[in-house]
């Protein structure tokens, strides 16, 4: 049997293994990045695509590492969209630039100063109502509307611009749980195998006994979904506690309807809570702060969806950095959020640096595996409401 020898593979074609991979190639590293499904599927997929700065968190009162490492990460992904980056992003699309948060009257306080002063500086500000976006004005909301350079990228487009100018090395492994034997069955052998697939990670790494140390944790979620949508908006409405009551991003279906795609805490409920349930949390929220919404006519779906990632020294938070467990050649690793697939990328290229894992600038064929297909998004696969 020939014996096909790579700088790197990748196990798991999301954002996080998306990101290195188009970056190891563009550097002449011979790059194999194996997917058990579609390209862009799970995780990524199921993302918002929002390329949070930290903002969010600090109006919640969570001035923290989490609010303060995530502020440089939407610079890094606008470098990459202007082609400027270690990866070039300029081909994807970006939904909108900036977001807002809701904020309802009596809530506001002193919050604004709050964040401009001590955490995130310049990148936020009170809209005045004469300058509302006019969906906003139509929509009923009474409150402060507060400006938030953060960008949203309609992820589908993202995951495209990372894998088309490699796709050949994109290629499907039927045996996702057994990663080595996959390997061996096909006489690939690497200097490095980085494993991304965040649900997968920890199995892997138990069945390898390399789990000594590691720590992850699962935050399961039901997203909900509304179309028709009425307009697009991208905005966090912003209630007492630590988390957004929703935050809402618009995104086109393949049949060009609108949909609503909405997180928060009305997606913070399980995975196993009866659909009605979060769709009478999504109602609830929009009719509060978006009354003149009519949603008698829409149609609504769900997706439950986990989120696996390094375990938080924080009960129910997310960690303030991707997580990296690092085992002889392999890497285990999980971005935490989309944001951080750059931070992600660079900490696996200090890794192959330290380890002087250099670039060969070979390309090994392997159009002997299969292709992997690109994932659709969530609401062209869900199952609606009549």
Not at 212 to 233: C, N, S, V
Request: include cysteine.
């Amino acid at each position: 049997m020939v014996e096909r020898n790579a700088d790197i593979v990748i196990f798991g074609a999301g954002i996080a293994g998306l990101w290195t991979f188009n970056r190891l190639k563009s550097l002449g590293y011979d790059v194999l990045l194996l997917e058990s499904q579609k390209i862009g599927g799970g995780q990524s997929i199921a993302s918002q695509g929002i390329i949070h700065s930290g903002l969010k968190y600090a109006f919640a009162g969570k001035i923290n590492k989490l609010a303060q490492s995530i502020s440089a990460m939407p610079d890094m992904w606008r470098d990459a969209i202007r082609g400027q980056g270690p990866v070039d992003l300029s081909s994807v699309r970006v939904n909108i630039s900036s977001q807002y948060l809701l904020i309802p009257h009596g809530f506001m306080g002193g919050l604004v100063k709050l964040v401009t002063k001590q955490a995130l500086g310049s990148n936020v500000h009170e809209v005045k109502p004469e300058h509302w976006p006019e969906p906003i004005k139509q929509s009923g909301f009474k409150g402060s509307v507060i400006y938030m350079d953060e960008p949203v990228l309609d992820v589908a487009s993202a995951v495209h611009s990372l894998a088309a100018p490699y796709q050949d090395c994109i290629r499907l492994i039927d045996t996702p749980d057994q990663p080595l034997e996959f390997l061996a069955r096909h006489n690939i052998t690497a200097k490095k195998i980085i494993f991304t697939g965040a649900a997968s990670n920890q199995a892997i790494a138990a069945d390898l006994g390399e789990d000594d140390g590691l720590r992850t944790q699962a935050r399961p979620l039901k997203m909900g979904m509304m179309r028709p949508a009425p307009f697009e908006i991208y905005a966090h409405l912003v209630g007492t506690s630590d988390k957004p009551v929703a935050t809402i991003t618009t995104h086109k279906a393949k049949d060009g309807t609108l949909v609503w795609y909405i997180g928060g805490q009305v997606a913070e409920r399980g995975k196993e809570v009866p659909d009605q349930e979060v769709i009478n949390a999504a109602k609830s929220a929009l009719q509060r702060y978006l009354p003149q919404v009519d949603t008698k006519a829409v149609q609504w779906a769900t997706l439950p969806i986990d989120r696996i990632e390094g375990a938080s020294d924080t009960e129910g938070w997310m960690p303030d950095t991707p997580s990296v467990h690092h085992k002889g050649a392999h890497l285990y690793c999980w971005p935490t959020k989309l944001t951080f697939a750059p931070l992600l990328s660079d900490k696996i290229m200090q890794t192959l640096q330290q380890d002087n894992i250099e670039p060969s600038k070979t390309a090994v064929d392997w159009a002997f595996l299969p292709p992997a297909p690109f994932a659709d998004g969530p609401w062209d696969c869900a199952d609606w409401t009549k």
